[in-house]
Each structure stands twice: as structure tokens, then as C-alpha cells.
């Protein structure tokens, strides 16, 4: 540990050379303009907002809704609830929360997950990838994954999903989930992670999708 002389020195020194300049190219704001409002989330609170910038495009996300802008003008592309956008082409039960976007630079994808729990207590992850870097041009990849499983707390029951987070490198996407008690007033049980085999949603063939689910305590 530093002494307090040391440190006091230190100090010092640090006031007598100063702060950096700051840089001539910092940047600025050069447009903005207004999302989805509070009315546009069903009424959640939080809203839970996530947005993800692509080359031409910006993807919104809310609680129960999605939408997707110009990059260049912010004028509004499309916007539908996700419910809908996922019940095109999977079976949807109740409800959607915990809405994530995000835009894969190396693959040149958007990807969108969000949270399912049904009235049975079943759980799920509901994932979609962009055909292309413009998402005008549609998601055929939309996978639905069970998640409620057994506790790993001898204390709790069975666990439902909370509070999703993704990644991604050149070989996968991976989302960490909290996997809640059910019945211990929503204590943490576990994390779950799901590994996704980006080849198998690049390719625009629902039927090859391949993942891995990890699970690690608490």
C-alpha cells in the first residue's frame, strides 16, 4: 500500500503535468432523433431498452415491441409488437420480457432474443437472426428454447429465466441467463448459458440449428 506521503507526492506531480488536452477530432452528435415511447412497452416499467446500430440500420427494442430505423434519416422502417414477430413462425404462449438486440459486426447480422414464461411456469429463450445486415430483408431463423429445468439449490424448486445477456465471437453466440427460484422469492439458483453454432443460423435453413446448454451454479 502506498504510504500517505507517497501518495500525497503522487498527487502532486499529478497536478503540476496537467490533463491531456482534449483531442481535436473528439466526437459529436451529429443527428438524433426519437424512438419508441413508454406507451410503445405495454406499460412496462422499466421499458428495458436496447438498441443496435448496423451499417444502414438501427434495430429498437422494448418490452412487447420492436422497430427498426434509417441510420442516415431516423425515420422510421417497420415496428410491430414481438409477440407477432415472433408468432409468425413459432408457437408463442403469454406474454415476452427482457427484450436484447444486438449487431454481429463479424457475421453482419442483428440478433434478438427475449424471455418467455408461460402460466405453466415454463420458460423460454426466443432467438432471431437477420437474414442480412439490412433486417428489411427478414429473419427465417427464429428458434424457440426451453429453459425452466430442475433447481440445482436443494432449497428451490424449479427455475424460471431472467435477465439475458449475449455475446458473440467467430464460432457461436452466447447468452447467459439467471435461472430464478420460483419459489424462493426469485433468488438466483444458477446461470445458465446457451451456445449457439452460428453456421447453423447463417445459412438461412431453420432445420440445421444446433446449440449447447451449459448450466453453472450460483
Known sequence: MYSMKRLTAWLLLAMMVGLPARPSNAASVATSFGGM????????????????????????VINHTIAFYSKAT?????????????????????????????YDELAGRFVIIILQVTSNNEGYLLYAVSNTSNPLDGFTEKHRIRLDEPAKNSLNTTVEP??????????????????????????CDHVSIIVIDKSTVLDADPTTFSFHHIDRSS
Do not use: C, K
Open 74 to 102: 431516423g425515420n422510421g422502417l417497420f415496428q410491430q409488437d414481438l409477440p407477432t414477430f415472433f408468432e409468425n413462425d413459432l408457437p408463442h404462449g403469454p406474454g415476452g420480457f427482457d427484450p436484447s438486440v444486438t
Open 37 to 60: 415511447t413508454f406507451a410503445d412497452s405495454g406499460g412496462s416499467y422499466p421499458p428495458d431498452t436496447h438498441v443496435a446500430v448496423g451499417p444502414s440500420h438501427i434495430v429498437e
Open 162 to 187: 431472467d435477465f439475458p445477456r449475449i455475446g458473440w465471437n467467430a464460432d457461436a453466440h452466447v447468452v447467459a441467463i439467471t435461472m430464478n427460484a420460483v419459489n424462493n422469492a426469485e433468488a
